[in-house]
């Protein structure tokens, strides 16, 4: 974005597919200035459910094989673009978080989404790739979204938590301007993903998700399955820290139905509320054990937990000094907030400036995120 004008206005329309492999989260943003607090206006969002193959596949993703994987990262690529061009909207960027595949910091992360389809379809150039170079610098690659919240967040005097509950939760303490602490963040452990695999299972896949929590709700607590699962050496590692499906996947979750295998429609329930105890308890625990710097009075929740009655009903007993409300802030919501953050770190990346936090994600530096695919025809 070289020049100097400082009302330079670019729209960047930011492409976020999270774990729960639902489909394609896109926000079309406007975006006006040159530093890391720009003018924004979000112009368009919309949710693209993926077609069942594409659900399928990425379902259980480290089931793939490198030939599938190099198959389906043509075929996703093309979809992306077919599915952007029927919304006829302008843009001059595409921001592209892709599908993760495969996430094993310090070693790589792969997020498929060919970007070429999407640049010479529309003759614009596309930002994607956006984990590599921090998992380069020691990295998690992971939460990327933190310096979004900080962005959207901050306040002045009090301290703001963001909780986004996908597939993974995620959660991010955004220090007021005046507090010296710094913006940390880190996975809390499993979000939806195991809760909606048990809700598959016993629906024999015509669910694929528990709505509302209204599942859940009819069900009983399992505390000795809740005490055993809690015992997940994840929870005893200290942030920085990231987790995926290589630790929440198909492979624990079969772990937890030789531990517990639901004999009637009572049980799974039952088996359902347990697992939306696992992710509300792992999460408070984690805001109940922040520490002395930081005294937030506030959180925003994100993602498609968001809906669960049960869950954020659970998340509310056990943090009554905390103001818990859905994300809406001017435009970005619970729904499109990691879409337009992939728009945001888009801007960043044409700004060239650095988009990680290495207090997050324990990279050796902070740098610059994502890389450039140019049109053919350019």
Request: aromatic share 8%; proline share 5%; charged share 20%.
């Amino acid at each position: 974005m070289g020049n100097n004008d400082a009302e330079q206005k670019v729209n960047i329309l930011g492409l976020m597919t999270g774990s729960s492999a639902d489909g394609l989260d896109l926000c079309l943003v406007s975006f006006a200035g040159r530093d890391r607090s720009p003018v924004y206006e979000v112009l368009h969002s919309q949710e693209v459910p993926y077609p069942k193959y594409l659900q399928d596949s990425f379902i259980n993703p480290l089931e793939l094989s490198d030939a599938e994987i190099a198959q389906l990262d043509g075929e996703l690529g093309a979809w992306f673009a077919a599915e952007i061009a029927k919304l006829k909207l302008d843009f001059d960027f595409i921001a592209s978080h892709g599908q993760t595949i495969k996430h094993e910091p310090p070693n790589f992360t792969l997020q498929i989404g060919n970007p070429a389809a999407m640049a010479d379809t529309f003759n614009c150039p596309v930002i994607y790739d956006f984990r590599t170079a921090d998992v380069e610098q020691g990295g998690q690659g992971a939460p990327l979204i933190p310096i979004v919240d900080q962005y959207l967040l901050q306040q002045d005097n009090s301290d703001v938590l963001a909780l986004n509950i996908g597939g993974i939760a995620n959660l991010t303490i955004v220090p007021g301007l005046h507090n010296s602490a710094p913006v940390l963040a880190w996975d809390t452990g499993p979000g939806n993903t195991l809760m909606d695999k048990a809700v598959r299972l016993f629906s024999q896949d015509r669910l694929s998700y528990d709505e509302s929590g209204n599942l859940a709700a009819q069900g009983k607590l399992n505390l000795k399955l809740l005490d055993e699962l809690l015992e997940h050496e994840f929870y005893q590692r200290n942030p920085p820290r990231s987790a995926g499906q290589e630790q929440f996947g198909k492979t624990y979750f079969q772990q937890i139905l030789k531990q517990f295998y639901p004999a009637s429609d009572e049980e799974f329930k039952d088996l359902i509320y347990t697992l939306t105890v696992l992710t509300a308890k792992t999460i408070t625990g984690n805001i109940n054990s922040l520490s002395t710097d930081y005294s937030p009075t506030s959180m925003y929740v994100g993602g498609g937990g968001a809906f669960n009655k049960t869950l954020m009903n659970l998340l509310r007993a056990e943090l009554p000094s905390i103001d818990i409300s859905e994300m809406n802030r001017e435009g970005v919501n619970q729904s499109n907030k990691e879409a337009f953050g992939f728009a945001y770190l888009g801007y960043l990346f044409l700004s060239e400036l650095t988009a990680n936090l290495p207090g997050v994600t324990g990279a050796g530096k902070a740098v610059m995120l994502g890389k450039l695919c140019k049109p053919h025809r350019s």
